[in-house]
């Protein structure tokens, strides 16, 4: 597959294999190939607890430290999802102690003390902690419908890094320390096999969409679909998503995994379209620093 051509020649990703760059003059044809055909079937089944450990993996923080069962995760202030403490199973201690080990283990980094509270999954006890925030839908949905719904692929760009166009259209800051920045890198380009996908505007100007995958095992986790404003409601999402959707079912994936902010009903409606249902929901309760 090719992912780049530029005055410095080209790259290329062999199935299977690491990129490939060779200049241009080596270059002896080419020609457009389909989208790879995803294995008709269901998405593979998986219980609320191992949906939340598979988004962990798959938008890994940069600092982990474990408590029993429990994941404490901190990445410079870069996504809550990434500087939370992932309350799942057990931690080991009462749960006062607990809390009081995870508020310290945060205000010895300066951060603020995020637990995310799965529902089900984390001890029922949470549930009860305030304030609450970002409360957000895990979907599921079989990833060979969405490839066939990529008419528009030729316009999409792959690349297993997110390059400085893709950056500059990503929505969420990283902040501006250079800490933070380095945290969002390693953030975006971690997981198993991740994939960067980009509209390239007609005009040289900014992207019209982008978006990212992370394949891990029989899961396509998706993120950072995000489309500009002047081209919304044209279908891009859907191409974009199709496209990564091609590429992980190339890995072996036939499954696909998302979280959207309930509030975000216009991504909901599109994923509602695109066959993805509600496994289960959480939030982050905030916890007052000790």
Known sequence: MLTSWDDHGLTVVPRDREPVSFPENLLVAGKTVPLFPARRGPAPTAAPVELQRLAARCWPAVEQQRLGDW????????????????????????????????????????????????????????????????PTDVRTGPLAPLVKLGSGYRSVRLARTAGPDWLS???????????????????????????????????????????????????????????????????????????LAARAAEEGATGGCLQVEAENTAAAALYDRLGFTTSHTYHYARLPQP
């Open 71 to 134: 994941t404490l995760r901190a990445s410079a202030g870069f996504t809550q999802r990434a500087n939370s403490a992932q309350a799942l199973g057990d931690p080991g201690l009462p749960l006062p102690e607990a809390l009081a080990a995870v508020r310290a283990w945060y205000a010895a980094r300066g951060l603020p003390t995020l637990v995310e509270v799965t529902t089900p999954g984390s001890p029922a006890e949470l549930d009860l902690l305030t304030p609450r925030q970002s």
């Open 169 to 243: 259209h990503y929505r969420r800051s990283a902040g501006s320390s250079p800490e933070a920045e380095e945290a969002a890198r390693k953030v975006l380009h971690g997981g198993a096999s991740v994939w960067f996908a980009t509209v390239p505007a007609p005009d040289g100007a900014a992207p019209l969409a982008i978006g990212r995958c992370a394949v891990d095992g029989p899961w396509a986790y998706f993120s950072a679909i995000e489309t500009a404003p002047d081209a919304r409601r044209t279908g891009l999402a859907t191409t974009v998503m199709a496209v």
